[in-house]
């Protein structure tokens, strides 16, 4: 039944192709667009930051697969996510690695608005929380070990003792992630939370966007390749950030990564590849070439039981790239990750670029986001349930992959087996899918259902001037 759904899928886009002319025709709300003949655009310039998940852009450009679909790319490097961001909407880039979380926040309003999309995720997982060596030694003592190591996850519980000796002391415990909207920022407030440590709100009515309201701690931006040097420097105790600069605080002894996204919440979107809505309905058939390109990719870099990522690894290690040494990066993207120096565990889903459909843009991944982003004020009042999803779909855009993967198979590049069942998807991945560290399931269909059951954060009614106002007539 898979074959012959595919197969159905495949014929329709070869149809697709073989038609004449040169646009697509995108939906009134997004640039969801069918392939109907040539690239608008075959000179290509890209956005991305010095981190291990830019790796499917270096992979497609360094082993042809953008060429093959007859895009000449040019990568560059980012100083930071607001300046990428801020290039992509103003055309100066084509597109981007981009946080899940940018063009979701960047559509809602929240900072630098406008209608930015999505077709391709480019990895699951990728992220660490790392606390300075003065702070895990103040935390190793309430961590319970097993066999003399200890035992993980490690939850927020233990942090906080450490956080009230600082702040009675004077000194407020302050941790860097690297955006507002980033993967990092909703994972460290949700491990936090669910320590019973409250990360504080935002006010973007009010004019605050530190993110600080009610905390218990300062969360403050650093772009990630400054996060290894401002720890050691004492500005900060600790972040989240994503590879390779939780290792290289392992490697310069200044750091201990004491938990990772995939014990926090496993296997959700951490970047996208993001363009305008605007350029996406100007340029359909060369959006659905770029898929097609990362699609090979990610495939690429998972295949054979990540049997590549050595190469991937050397690859990006170069300068222009992540620039980072290669032992460093080589620690987490083949399949290990080191916490204190020497304990070395296995994690072969630290970095995931394809299976588990990791490229798929799920709607289910954008309503998660959406629902953090209400639970600490960025969205600042109630929406119905019908408003994530409906908003899920203006940013995320699976018609486009699925004619990127239905191409792909047309044209033997990738097998169909590689791909799910589209026929079946609806976008959703189920509530089983994710493990949180609360054990709180996650289930997109109720987003405000989900948030009620967190005991910690805004949910229903309540908003963050109730607070402001001191009115605690509820908890949240």
């Known amino acids: 039944m898979h074959f012959v759904r595919f197969a159905l899928a495949v014929s329709a886009a070869l149809t697709a ?57 040019e990568l560059e490097a980012q100083a930071n996510w607001k300046v990428l ?6 055309g100066e880039l084509d597109g981007a690695h981009m946080l899940a979380g940018q063009p979701l926040g960047a559509t809602v309003g929240f900072g630098t608005e406008a209608h930015v999309v999505t077709a391709f995720t480019m990895d699951l997982n990728g992220n660490a929380c790392t606390v300075s060596d003065e702070v ?84 403050t931006v650093t772009p ?7 720890l ?43 363009v305008t809505n605007e350029w996406a309905r100007q340029n359909p058939n060369t959006h659905v070439a770029v898929v097609k390109a990362l699609i090979r990719a990610g495939h690429w870099l998972d295949e054979n039981d990540n049997a590549n990522r050595d190469e991937a690894a050397r690859l990006i290690s170069e300068p222009h790239y992540v620039g980072a040494d290669y032992e460093v990066i080589a620690n987490s993207m083949t399949g290990m ?9 296995p994690a072969p889903d630290f970095n995931v670029f394809f299976r588990y459909d990791a490229t798929y843009p799920h709607y289910s991944d954008a309503i998660w986001y959406l629902t953090q982003m209400r639970r600490w004020g960025q969205i600042p009042e109630a929406m119905p349930d019908e408003w994530y999803l409906e908003t899920a779909q203006k940013v995320f855009l ?3 992959y699925e004619q990127a993967a239905a191409l792909l198979v047309a044209e033997g590049k990738l097998p169909a087996d590689a791909f799910p069942d589209f026929a079946a998807k609806d976008g959703f991945r ?43 007539s509820r908890p949240w």
């Not at 030694?137 to 490690?154: F, L, S, Y």
Request: some cysteine.
């Open 136 to 219: 895990w030694a103040a935390m190793k003592e309430r961590v319970p070990t097993e066999d003399g190591r200890p035992v993980h996850p490690i939850r927020a519980d233990a942090l906080s003792p450490v956080i009230e000796e600082l702040q009675s002391a004077g000194t407020p415990f302050q941790m860097g992630m690297v955006f507002p909207v980033s993967t990092h920022n909703y994972e460290l407030r949700y491990w936090l939370a669910a320590g019973g440590i409250h990360p504080g709100y935002y006010d973007p009515r009010g004019g605050d966007t530190a993110g600080q309201i009610d905390a218990d701690l300062f969360i």
């Open 17 to 73: 192709v073989s038609a004449c002319g040169t646009e697509g025709e995108g939906t009134p709300e997004s640039g969801a667009a069918v392939v109907t003949g040539a690239l608008e655009k075959t000179d290509l310039r890209f956005g991305f930051i010095k981190l291990t998940d830019m790796v499917p852009l270096a992979v497609a450009l360094e082993k042809g697969f953008f060429e093959d679909e007859g895009l000449y790319v």
């Open 337 to 345: 990750f080191e916490f204190e120096k020497g304990d070395v565990r």
């Open 430 to 472: 189920g509530p089983d899918h994710t493990t949180f560290i609360d054990g709180i399931p996650f289930d997109a269909r109720a987003p405000n259902a989900y948030l009620d059951r967190f005991a910690v954060g805004l949910r229903g009614s309540a908003t963050v001037e109730m607070i402001a106002r001191g009115d605690r």
């Open 232 to 274: 050691e420097a004492g500005t900060i105790h600790g972040y989240c950030v994503g590879e390779p600069w939780n290792q290289q605080a392992v490697f310069r002894g200044i750091g201990v990564p004491i938990v990772t996204d995939g014990d926090i919440g496993d296997r959700m979107a951490e970047k996208v590849f993001g």
């Open 224 to 230: 990630p390749p400054q996060m290894p040097a401002t």
């Open 398 to 400: 699976p018609d486009v």
């Open 85 to 90: 961001l801020d290039r992509v909407i103003a």
